[in-house]
């Protein structure tokens, strides 16, 4: 009976370390990536909803009754949204390994030479990486994952990532939802208008200053980016709702 294939564990060190290393990398980018899609989308929709109808009711309980149910139904359908397409990407991830697995059988020389095209890029030379090439050619499944992940720049998703995701999303869209609809419950409708703008536009450029600190970009400039966002949102649904604003009774 053959011996099991080699797993990332017995595999050269430094080349074992790498690919750990970009493993955790993604998980971590595709975490952080669900909780601002998921925050941002709640923070911008449901602040452009209660704007809208704070400018043509004027009343404040609508305005709270409409913001609780677009946060919801928001939160809702962005998980929603995020589960399925993670599935789709697992889909098409699982897809292309089998795509990679034909090549490795038929044309085995030329993914050797991509192989060793992208280990030299990650600074293995000479005997290491021989030795390197050689133990990845051993293990197809290794041989494999390195070419998703570098060849074609996609990476694991695992089933339970699309429930991850949803979670994740859903509440991050909750509590996005929430931000700019808090100054309603406890100020006066015009005051509110103004605080609900503000603390969205803080919020948003802080998480743009975070993202661009955690992956990569200019902090200032990410933040102002999606802080205008907040903003331009706001202009749009307080300007829609102006023009079907209700006039007040005599």
Do not use: C
């Amino acid at each position: 009976m053959s011996a099991p294939p080699p797993h990332i564990d017995t595999l050269p060190t430094e080349l074992g370390e790498a690919l750990r290393h970009f493993e955790r990398a993604q998980s971590s980018k595709a975490s952080l990536s669900d909780i601002i899609l998921g925050g941002q989308d709640g923070l911008v929709n449901v602040l452009g909803v209660i704007l809208g109808v704070a400018a043509a009711s004027g009343d404040q309980r609508l305005v709270i009754a409409a913001g609780l149910a677009a946060a919801f139904a928001e939160s809702i359908s962005m998980g929603a949204v995020a589960y399925t397409s993670t599935l789709a990407d697992r889909d098409h991830y699982l897809s292309q390994i089998e795509r990679e697995k034909r090549e490795i059988h038929d044309m085995p020389e030329v993914e050797r030479a991509e192989i060793e095209v992208i280990f030299r890029r990650w600074g293995f030379e000479g005997e290491l990486l021989d030795r390197s090439v050689e133990q990845i050619m051993k293990d197809e499944r290794a041989w494999v994952e390195v070419m998703m992940n570098n060849e074609l720049k996609l990476s694991p998703i695992e089933s339970s990532r699309a429930i991850r995701s949803a979670f994740i999303v859903g509440l991050s869209a909750i509590v996005g939802s929430l931000i700019p609809l808090l100054p309603f419950f406890f100020y006066p409708i015009g005051p509110s208008i103004l605080i609900s703008i503000s603390i969205t536009a803080l919020t948003l450029f802080g998480a743009g200053v975070y993202k661009a600190k955690t992956m990569v970009g200019d902090p200032g400039k990410s933040g102002l980016e999606m802080a205008a966002i907040g903003t331009i949102s706001a202009l749009a649904g307080y300007l829609i709702g102006a023009l079907f604003s209700v006039p007040a009774t005599p």
